[in-house]
């Protein structure tokens, strides 16, 4: 059975202090690994999809990476509106899972 | 474009009340599917559609059914609601299934069931 379990479950940060999310998985034949924000009392808003082992993505102060076991959404220099939940999610043929997600609070 | 809209936002439900959660896209998406998000754990599937007249179950459909008779529309119903079923719904949609299409998220409904 597919699995995602996400490290730390709750992070906290000084403003400005740099830190890296994890995602692992076990997949049967992995189509993407997805990382998402999730703000209270919203839904989940998309940030990236990586498709294969060694696979990079950036956006503004996130950078999303990929191996064959697990996945990492590095925040560089965050700020306080960088605070929500971080969902990390993977595909496989015929399956969807996510994992329970990262807290992450940045105090100013 | 309004994206994944759901409606209501928020419902109180008495045990074995049913009830309709509605969804819907207008983005010409074929696959939809319906999510529960619980306190600690991850975003579960309870059922999703692959197109128009096509569903089939998830992880945990017990208690809710669905249908698809438009692209559009994706509604959930449950059946006779139970205090487990207090949750937070979410409906998505993609333009597929298999080939990681991003799914776009809906802004939830919080359901409770006394």
């Known amino acids: 059975e597919d699995q995602v379990t996400q490290s730390p479950e709750a992070l906290r940060l000084q403003e400005g202090e740099s830190s890296s999310l994890n995602c692992s998985y076990t997949?049967?034949?992995?189509?993407?690994l997805f990382w998402y924000r999730q703000d209270p009392g919203k839904g989940p808003e998309f940030l990236f999809t990586?498709?294969?082992a060694g696979e990079e993505k950036e956006k503004e102060r996130l950078k999303a990476t990929l191996t064959k076991k697990e996945s990492f959404l590095h925040i560089t220099a965050p700020k306080p509106e960088d605070s929500a939940t971080y969902l990390c999610?993977?595909?496989?043929?015929?399956?969807?899972?996510f994992g329970a997600g990262t807290r992450l609070t940045v105090k100013p | 474009n309004a994206g994944v809209t759901q409606t209501p936002k928020f419902q109180v439900l008495k045990t074995g009340q049913s009830m309709t959660l509605q969804c819907a896209q207008d983005?010409?998406?074929?696959?939809m599917s319906w999510y529960r998000q619980d306190p600690g754990m991850g975003l579960r599937l309870i059922h999703y559609?692959?197109?128009?007249?096509?569903?089939d179950q998830g992880e945990v459909p017990n208690g809710y059914n669905v249908s698809r008779s438009t692209t559009e529309d994706f509604p959930l119903r449950l059946l006779s609601a139970a205090p487990s079923q207090t949750s937070v719904y979410f409906c998505?949609?993609?333009?597929?299934?298999?080939?990681?299409?991003?799914?776009?998220f809906g802004p939830g409904t919080r359901l409770l069931v006394l």
């Open positions: 998505a949609s993609s333009r597929g299934q298999r080939g990681g299409e991003t799914q776009y």
């Open positions: 997949v049967s034949g992995l189509r993407g």
């Open positions: 990586l498709y294969s």
């Open positions: 999610a993977v595909q496989s043929y015929n399956d969807m899972r």
């Open positions: 983005m010409n998406h074929e696959y």
């Open positions: 559609s692959v197109g128009a007249g096509i569903t």
